[in-house]
């Protein structure tokens, strides 16, 4: 069975700085994939990740993909308001079947 | 227009009621799922549907149906309610041509509350 661990969970940081939020799963994925989601409101994908190695940005986050650690971060740069969110990651392990797992998701507070 | 819809949005119901949840989507995709979301457990997928004629159990289906009636619209019923059934229920369509993305396209969610 697939299990997708999320650390931390809950997260409060100040603007401006960085951190990191990990992602572990436990059996061979062929895609990884980050997920936002506003209090209140549907998930909005923000990355897919396909290989091992893989890296994307899109402004202050930036997603990369281990899968020899079975290990995905989340790295967010400069933190701002705006990225208070629950990020969730999710796992398809069951290849061409698009079956996510998705992990616990991380509670992100920004404190100005 | 929203290119995946829910109705309805709210819904409060009684133990042993049958309710309908619907979703229907404009995007074309062939995939589509349900989910429903817990505090504190993330998502976890009920029933799944790759084509009309194709219907999978998800992680956790007892105690919900679904009927795939075209491929633009995928309900998903509870035959008798109960409270343990309180939650977020969200639709989702996937393209499995899309570049091999495969990215899953989240409704509004449907947020149900069981007496």
């Known amino acids: 069975e697939l299990k997708v661990e999320q650390n931390p969970l809950f997260l409060s940081m100040q603007e401006g700085k960085n951190y990191t939020i990990y992602c572990n799963y436990s059996?061979?994925?062929?895609?990884l994939y980050w997920y936002r989601q506003d209090p209140g409101k549907s998930l909005e994908s923000l990355f897919v990740l396909l290989s091992n190695g893989a890296v994307k940005q899109e402004g202050r986050l930036m997603a990369s993909l281990d899968t020899k650690a079975r290990l995905s971060t989340l790295h967010i740069t400069a933190a701002v308001h705006d990225l208070s969110a629950t990020y969730f990651c999710?796992?398809?392990?069951?290849?061409?079947?698009?079956?996510?797992?998705f992990g616990t998701g991380t509670r992100l507070t920004i404190i100005p | 227009d929203a290119d995946v819809t829910q109705t309805p949005r709210n819904r409060i119901t009684k133990t042993g009621k049958r309710i309908m949840l619907e979703c229907s989507q404009t995007k074309g995709h062939d995939r589509m799922y349900w989910y429903r979301q817990d505090p504190g457990l993330g998502l976890r997928l009920i029933y799944y549907s790759f084509d009309v004629k194709d219907i999978n159990k998800g992680e956790i289906s007892d105690g919900y149906s679904v009927s795939r009636q075209a491929q633009a619209k995928f309900s998903l019923s509870l035959e008798s309610a109960i409270p343990n059934q309180t939650a977020l229920y969200f639709c989702?369509?996937?393209?499995?041509?899309?570049?091999?993305?495969?990215?899953?396209?989240f409704g509004p969610g449907t947020r149900l509350l069981v007496l």
């Open positions: 059996t061979t994925s062929d895609r």
């Open positions: 999710a796992v398809d392990s069951n290849f061409g079947n698009e079956k996510l797992t």
């Open positions: 989702a369509t996937s393209d499995p041509g899309d570049r091999g993305w495969k990215t899953q396209y």
